[in-house]
């Protein structure tokens, strides 16, 4: 049927009108989407090229070179040195047991490492290299380079490690360093990145670790390339990081080696102080290790060894040991009297080997007694009982008083590990921590340096500095830091009557050049070097009254740990103090027998700065310090050679 004129012009009037209107909506939709086209491509142009780049580009750390640490004299303690290692990436070594077959064959490859090694493989993704052998040596390297074509998948690196030339002589005061642990991270609250570098080495203890942050320095960044899996294709640019500060310790190398030495096997500590700046110019403990060992993880053998030794070589026994002081606490204690007003340096007391308090008999190390004793016999003869009347006559308080003044029972701020406050007891101490009251035999105790009284040696050195010379003189391990000298702190006069200070270093003056003195057998004889000092021996056993009875057990007939700690501490020289020293020799016996003689051969090596001549020694004691000047020489030889060979 045909349509009508009217309704084909109507058919097509609709049809023009739907195609206007469907033209018009494409034409809308197309300009919306070239003006969104336009917003992206210019107006977020920048934002659209910044995700971009990020996709394809990474940031990547670049850990720092650590901080050096060297003596006083600029010898050098810990430094870096270039390590080399191999490296093995899955994916491009296709069998990677026929390529680490093919590897053991030119490098000796420890077998625990391998195992890592696998180990982590599985962990990682597989274009992520994989240590498998650490520290090899340059021809390790080489080997591995000339054989790189049937070696797929394996690559060498260089990197930088800590290493410490001077091995067991700064053990306990360095530190060491190891690879970053769970346990470290947790010490931040938001670790920095540089922390998650593989393989990083942070301090763990010592110097090391207690200026981690100045020794760590800040790290570098470098770019690079990387593909849609994050595979690194190329390096595009790097910014090096700024290195740790260098510090420099106040201990001087060749003291701290003749200290060591001197010690050898035995079970004890050293310090020696500058009175004038309070500079520790040695502070060592023996036995000691190699810190080296912990760089890179010490082995669980090697561990093993060091923790089981009755000698305790992991201990840092300057700072961390706190030992009943003995006698030489009793300086303290007539220092507290004189200073209370309430006794004269002429009063005397009966001393007829023992004491009654309370119903109980104190005895005086000298079973017949000292008979009178005035404040110079008391400390020449060493005698008990002086001090026990002392400690009735002025009480505790008094006592706790003068000893922090002097430095004990405080924690002095070195940056060394685990630095003890030690112990100064009084009324409120044993109320909290005992729940009791403070009695007379307690102070009785105290007065000669035993009971709850507990010092470390660094606290006896500090108290022998203020003795000599009356300013609150605090101890210094940081010299410097960069170049800059780091403050003296202290100084300052500690109040005390001159005259009271006199009488005390008259009596320690007596110990050691008196004929009755406890110490005058390691008396020094050097005109002008003369010493004063004070010996200790401290109890470690209960001796009963049955024994005291048959007559008390020598030390030389006690099994080694029943034996009495051996101290001794002294300041020289006597008119012009310049060096303080502590001694302690644990299990030693007597302190005027064991602790004495190495007091005074350190002494006299820190005021001569090298061996000093033998006429400064007693004669009946020239052949023997002689030979022992001569092994200890050839000792320090062979470890220079050892060193020197290392390095």
């Known amino acids: 049927m045909r349509r009508s004129p009217r309704e084909t012009a109507e058919s097509a009037r609709r049809i023009?009108?739907?195609?206007?209107?469907?033209?018009?909506?494409?034409?809308?939709?197309?300009?919306?989407?070239?003006?969104?086209?336009?917003?992206?491509?210019?107006?977020q142009a920048d934002e659209f090229r910044l995700l971009a780049e990020e996709n394809r580009i990474n940031m990547r750390l670049i850990p720092p070179a650590r901080g050096r640490i060297f003596d006083r004299n600029g010898r050098v303690i810990a430094e870096n040195e270039p390590t080399y290692r191999i490296t093995i990436v899955r994916e491009d070594a296709g069998d990677v047991d026929d390529v680490i077959d093919r590897l053991s064959k030119l490098v000796a490859l420890d077998p625990d490492d391998v195992q890592g090694a696998r180990d982590e493989m599985k962990r990682t993704p597989p274009f992520i290299p994989v240590t498998i052998a650490d520290r090899v040596s340059w021809a390790d390297i080489s080997r591995v380079a000339v054989n790189a074509p049937a070696l797929p998948g394996v690559v060498t690196e260089v990197g930088l490690s800590r290493y410490y030339p001077q091995r067991e002589l700064y053990a306990h005061v360095a530190g060491y360093?190891?690879?970053?642990?769970?346990?470290?991270?947790?010490?931040?609250?938001?670790?920095?990145?540089?922390?998650?570098?593989?393989r990083f080495q942070i301090g763990k203890v010592g110097v090391e670790s207690n200026h981690e942050e100045i020794l760590r320095g800040s790290a570098g960044a470098k770019r690079v390339e990387v593909n849609a899996v994050g595979r690194v294709m190329r390096e595009l640019d790097r910014r090096e990081g700024e290195a740790g500060s260098d510090l420099q310790l106040t201990v001087d190398n060749r003291l701290q080696d003749y200290v060591q030495a001197r010690l050898g096997t035995e079970s004890a500590s050293?310090?020696?102080?500058d009175v004038e700046k309070g500079d520790l110019l040695a502070i060592a403990s023996?036995?000691?290790?190699?810190?080296?060992?912990?760089?890179?993880?010490?082995?669980?053998?090697?561990?093993?060894?060091?923790?089981?030794?009755?000698?305790?070589?992991?201990?840092?026994?300057?700072?961390?040991d706190a030992y009943p002081p003995g006698s030489t606490f009793k300086m303290v204690v007539v220092l507290a009297a004189l200073e209370s007003g309430m006794v004269s340096p002429d009063d005397t007391v009966w001393c007829p080997g023992h004491l009654e308090v309370g119903?109980?008999?104190?005895?005086?190390?000298?079973?017949?007694?000292?008979?009178?004793?005035?404040?110079?016999?008391s400390l020449r003869e060493s005698c008990d009982v002086y001090y026990y009347e002392m400690a009735m006559k002025?009480?505790?308080?008094?006592?706790?008083?003068?000893?922090?003044?002097?430095?004990?029972?405080?924690?002095?701020?070195?940056?060394?590990?685990?630095?003890t406050a030690g112990l100064m007891p009084d009324k409120g101490w044993k109320l909290r921590e005992r729940n009791a009251e403070w009695v007379i035999g307690d102070s009785v105790n105290a007065s000669i340096g035993q009971g709850f009284v507990l010092s470390s040696p660094l606290q006896l050195a500090v108290m022998t500095a203020r003795i000599a010379t009356g300013r609150e003189?605090?101890?210094?391990?940081?010299?410097?830091?960069?170049?800059?000298?780091?403050?003296?702190?202290?100084?300052?006069?500690?109040?005390?009557?001159?005259?009271?200070?006199?009488?005390v270093r008259r009596g320690m003056y007596a110990v050691s050049n008196d004929r009755r003195g406890t110490g005058y057998r390691s008396r020094v004889i050097a005109d002008g070097l003369r010493m004063a000092g004070k010996s200790g021996t401290s109890q470690v056993r209960n001796i009963t009254a049955a024994e005291r009875a048959r007559g008390v057990i020598s030390n030389a007939d006690l099994p080694s740990n029943r034996r009495d700690h051996a101290l001794w501490v002294n300041y020289a020289p006597f008119d012009a103090p310049k060096v303080a020293v502590a001694v302690v020799v644990e299990h030693g016996g007597g302190g005027s027998t064991v602790a004495a003689p190495i007091a005074r051969d350190v002494t006299l090596q820190a005021l001569y700065g090298e061996d000093p001549p033998l006429d400064a020694y007693?004669?009946?004691?020239?052949?023997?310090?002689?030979?022992q000047q001569d092994r200890i020489s050839r000792e320090r030889e062979e470890r220079e050679a050892q060193r020197s060979s290392r390095a």
């Open 16 to 43: 023009s009108r739907r195609a206007l209107i469907l033209g018009g909506s494409q034409i809308a939709f197309a300009s919306v989407l070239g003006l969104r086209m336009r917003h992206m491509q210019v107006d």
């Open 177 to 198: 360093v190891g690879p970053v642990s769970e346990r470290d991270l947790k010490r931040y609250e938001d670790p920095p990145p540089v922390l998650r570098i593989p």
């Open 270 to 273: 050293v310090v020696v102080m």
């Open 286 to 320: 023996a036995p000691s290790y190699d810190p080296n060992k912990f760089v890179r993880g010490i082995s669980t053998g090697d561990y093993g060894e060091l923790r089981d030794n009755d000698h305790r070589p992991l201990a840092s026994k300057t700072v961390q």
């Open 359 to 377: 119903g109980r008999r104190f005895h005086c190390w000298k079973r017949r007694g000292h008979g009178y004793a005035d404040l110079e016999k």
């Open 394 to 419: 002025i009480g505790i308080e008094r006592i706790a008083e003068m000893a922090r003044k002097l430095g004990l029972g405080v924690s002095h701020d070195i940056p060394m590990s685990a630095v």
């Open 473 to 503: 003189i605090m101890p210094r391990l940081l010299k410097s830091i960069d170049g800059v000298e780091t403050p003296i702190v202290g100084g300052e006069s500690l109040g005390l009557n001159e005259n009271n200070l006199r009488h």
């Open 618 to 627: 007693p004669t009946s004691d020239r052949s023997r310090i002689e030979a």
